[in-house]
């Protein structure tokens, strides 16, 4: 399912080292969620006004993840995120993990929650911190 379009999405690219492997030989399921973390915060990062990355923090409120194919060590897989409408101070943020071969390793929502970051109260959302997020 590829980003509406509407939404801006990020990308990032990661690799699977030896400590991501699990016992049965594929990445840990706490690694995609690490994966997940990384590309949101990423995107954040780099589409974030200076002054909102300084105000505001996110938290998340709820992960979901569905594991499709096993990444393998060595691989690398392309993390690529997009958010949702937001709700309050709700913002849904969707991740899929895509392999080098084209095929989706995994599929992840994350509800995230807007804190003032000086009194780490929720926050409605803000129109000009949505903005950059939406086409």
Known sequence: MPPPADRT??????????ADIDELGHVNNAVYLRWVQAVAVAHWQAVAAPEHRDRFIWVVSRHEIDYRAAVLEGETVTATTW????????????????????????????????????????????????APFLR
């Not at 999405?9 to 030896?18: D, K, P, V, Y």
């Open 83 to 130: 958010v949702g409408t937001p709700s309050g101070a709700r913002f849904d943020r969707h991740v899929e993990i895509i392999g080098e071969d084209g095929r989706l390793r995994a599929r992840a929502l994350t509800i995230w929650a807007l804190l003032n970051a000086e009194t780490r109260r929720l926050l409605r959302v803000p129109a000009a911190v949505a």
């Open 9 to 18: 999405s990020f990308s990032l690219q990661l690799r699977a080292e030896a």
